[in-house]
């Protein structure tokens, strides 16, 4: 399958299929460049939680904002916290964790809408994002999937989400972000029974055992498989090559880094009117 995000720009990247068919909608994944931190946070950190100066974080949003032609007031975050509560938001809550941690949306993974000028965003450093969209209904989503939003199924639970607005999972495309590969990302038995509970039925298998009790997890292709047992059909899902561990220069990665690094940023929004 041809790859689904583009490099636009120095500071970001684009999914080029659902630009080119939804002109109106902007959604992508930034990169650690072009940005103004310093150390082990440079250039382009988007995180506010990691120790970097808070000037520099919101210089860094500030050229992503303008770059985007999407102001910072009307940007949405999260405090996100590896679980899987997901909130409709609209374009009254425009500016909440834009600028600080503080007013961003409590212990939230993943975020939805109908409303234009409102940009999604939530933060990275290899575990997976997740973009949805109901083109049909105007409805747009992220989410945050790390092993544990993963195998507590937060993906299932956006879709389900969207089944109560009134949206078939068969009228839902999704694509799947730079996260980190299996071959970068090893895991023990507690997170594999954990995987293998999602599994269930399913003849693929997305890890491969390395040694006792040492798995290497694909938690892309777990997401993939998780969202076609959801409903999505199969030819509506893109998966990304890209790997935040291997491709460093593009991306911070918090296992490559050893923990001491940036985050990277989803957003995904609908403009009202286009410049």
Known sequence: ??????????????????????LQLVAGFTTKNGGV???????????????????????NRRIIAD???????????????????????????????????DSAFKATDGFYTKDPDVLLTLCYADCVPLYFLA??????????????????????????????????????????????????????DYVMDLAHNLLVDIDEKPYN?????????????????????????KSQIEVTSYCTSCDHELFFSHRRDNGKTGRLMSFIGWKEDLE
């Not at 798995?215 to 076609?228: G, P, R, T």
């Open 135 to 188: 083109p049909a209904h105007g409805m747009i989503g992220v989410a945050h999937a790390g092993w544990k939003g993963t195998v507590n199924g937060i993906a299932r639970k956006m879709v389900e989400a969207w089944l109560s607005e009134g949206i078939k999972a068969s009228e839902i495309f999704a694509v799947i972000g730079p996260s980190i590969c299996s071959k970068c990302y090893v895991v023990d």
């Open 37 to 59: 931190s310093t150390g082990d946070f440079q250039t382009l950190n988007t995180g506010f939680h990691v120790g970097d100066k808070l000037e520099d974080v919101q210089g």
């Open 209 to 233: 055992l390395i040694s006792e009790g040492q798995y290497q997890l694909d938690l892309k292709q777990l997401n993939a498989l998780i969202l076609q047992k959801s409903g999505i059909p």
């Open 67 to 101: 770059k985007l032609m999407f102001p910072l007031n009307e940007w949405i975050g999260a405090e996100q916290t590896h679980e899987t509560k997901i909130h409709k938001v609209t374009s009254r809550d425009g500016g909440r964790g834009a600028t600080d941690y």
């Open 1 to 22: 399958m041809k790859e689904p995000f583009v490099l636009i720009k120095d500071q970001y990247m684009l999914i080029d299929s659902w630009r080119q068919k939804n």
